[in-house]
């Protein structure tokens, strides 16, 4: 399994914008889908947004329809490190941010295909 490190989270007031990051080990990070969900208090792990890397600079996103033109995820294979930047925040996105990884490519958002994930990171936003 590949171990992940979320950073990035914080409290930030609602229109805000805050980055978070997620470092990989392993080497073979290029060949991992990678994901971010969510997870709120008394609420289920949700879809937020998942990026696939198909060869050379191409990679295919997808995001949830709740963040849809407001976060934008990216991968940098040379640092092992995906990212989630999160613009326009409102506080219903407040939560727990998890990354997550499945070793193949995988154009899904179920979070049961993930089989890697870190500890999370808070984000709250205020209204």
């Known amino acids: ?30 060949s991992y889908t990678m994901g971010w969900f969510r997870q709120a208090p008394g609420k289920e792990r949700e879809f937020v947004a998942r990026i696939t890397w198909s060869g050379g600079s191409i990679s295919y996103a997808d995001y949830a329809d709740s963040v849809k033109g407001r976060f934008t995820i990216s991968r940098d294979n040379g640092k092992n490190t995906v990212y989630l930047q999160m613009n326009s925040l409102k ?3 407040t939560a727990t941010y998890y990354c997550a990884a499945v070793d193949r490519a995988y154009y899904g958002s179920s979070w049961q295909s993930f089989g890697s994930w870190g500890q999370g990171t808070q984000v709250t936003v205020s209204s």
């Not at 805000?16 to 392993?26: N, Q, V």
């Open 1 to 30: 399994q590949m171990q992940l490190v979320e950073s990035g989270g914080g409290l930030v007031q609602a229109g805000g914008s805050l980055r978070l990051s997620c470092a990989a080990s392993g080497r073979t990070f290029s």
């Open 91 to 93: 506080p219903e996105d």
